[in-house]
């Protein structure tokens, strides 16, 4: 009877992971195709530039903390998530600027989202990997929250902090998602949505590489079902690893050092999450947040009382934070929550496209 209970409960969990995915697939179906294929023809360093030149110009000038997040390297990650198409990137990037400016991002501090870290269900871990990216460690079975609109907030909040401490020649981080605990009660459509949507549109081209570590099964299937919703080279950064296998532990050895990995992922450090001795850091790093947010920029232009941006003229008032766009039809969420607050977020299921296009994170 034990058994017989068992097996229709992996049936039905099978069924309900394949269930998710065609709804994912649904959702994409008669969607225009990506004209990328990830072997695009590589720019020159001239070309790259020029481009660049290009998107800033489109852009126009910014008020002081825009100009600041607007840096070559920024904008160029902006071309490469839309293979270098000047003018998607441009659309892209004034987005990510509209939302910027609304929801204040750089803002969010320890104290507003706390309550959200409690269970350690996703912090920067202390370790680095071996190209010296930070690592962002996410736990979807210690969600803790039913409020969505909380979970983003702590999302961005920890994608700022892992931003705030990339090297300077660093632009992309590693997540670390463990997988320890893990039931289909994580999996939502609605809420992978919306995670995806923010990572994807509000932070392309962060992501370096994810490592799955120890996921069920059924979740291998489950992602080859939505692998050809995303870009490829997005979906190549995605690694399975197992702890009883010896070839995904390679993996491992390759990318972290091993003495100053978490002892949970085949590591040697012992320490593990504290809330306190976390805390104790994050207030730390909330103190250099303003520095990072007024240092000298060669992009930084005098703050002025109205900004219009060629293209879609998006027009920035910056007495009253008010942002329109004449050209857009559609109305633009600036907050990055965009469904009721109903489901629990999951940490896991970041990597999954959301509107039928082929986006890269």
């Given amino acids: 009877m034990a058994r017989t209970s068992f097996l229709t409960a992996l049936e039905k969990g099978r069924d309900k992971a394949f269930w998710h995915a065609s709804s994912l697939k649904n959702m994409s179906s008669g969607s225009k195709k990506s004209p990328s294929n990830g072997f695009e023809k590589a720019l020159t360093s001239e070309e790259e530039q020029t481009k660049i030149k290009e998107v ?24 490469q998530a839309r293979n270098w198409h000047v003018k998607k990137a441009t659309k892209m990037l004034k987005e990510s600027l509209k939302w910027r400016l609304e929801y204040k991002p750089e803002e969010i501090r320890w104290e507003d989202i706390a309550n959200e870290a409690e269970t350690g ?21 210690r969600q803790n929250s039913k409020s969505i609109k909380g979970q983003i907030k ?13 090297a300077p020649d660093r632009e992309q981080m590693v ?3 463990d997988f320890e605990g893990f039931n289909l009660s994580n999996i939502s459509v609605k809420v992978t949505r919306e995670t995806a949507h923010v990572l994807q549109e509000r932070y392309p081209e962060r992501l370096g590489v994810a ?19 995303l870009e490829p080279k997005t979906a190549n950064k995605v690694k399975f690893v197992y702890s009883d296998d010896l070839n995904s532990k390679k993996i ?15 590591g040697n450090d012992s320490m593990g999450f504290d809330i306190n001795t976390y805390s104790e850091r994050m207030r730390e790093d909330d103190k250099k947040i303003p520095a990072f947010w007024t240092r000298e920029h060669p992009a930084s232009t005098a703050l002025q009382p109205s900004l219009s941006c060629a293209l879609d003229s998006i027009n920035i008032n910056s007495g009253s934070g008010s942002i329109s766009d004449a050209s857009d039809n559609e109305k633009t969420d600036c907050s990055p929550s965009l469904q009721v607050e109903s489901e629990a977020v999951s ?15």
């Fill in 347 to 361: 940490p896991g299921e970041n990597m999954v496209a959301t509107n039928g296009s082929k986006h890269a994170i």
């Fill in 175 to 177: 997540w670390l998602i």
């Fill in 211 to 229: 490592i799955l570590y120890n996921p069920p099964k059924f979740f291998e299937p489950f992602w080859m079902v939505v692998k050809p919703f």
């Fill in 121 to 141: 269900k996703i912090y920067r871990s202390t370790s680095i990997d071996r190209h010296g990216r930070t690592v962002l460690v996410m736990r979807p079975s």
């Fill in 154 to 166: 702590y999302l961005v909040y920890c994608m700022e902090n892992a931003i705030l401490n990339l």
């Fill in 252 to 266: 491992m050895e390759d990318l972290f050092d091993m003495e100053h990995l978490e002892f949970a992922f085949g």
């Fill in 56 to 79: 800033r110009r489109l852009i126009g000038q910014l008020p002081d903390k825009l100009s600041i997040y607007c840096s070559d390297t920024c904008i160029a990650r902006y071309l």
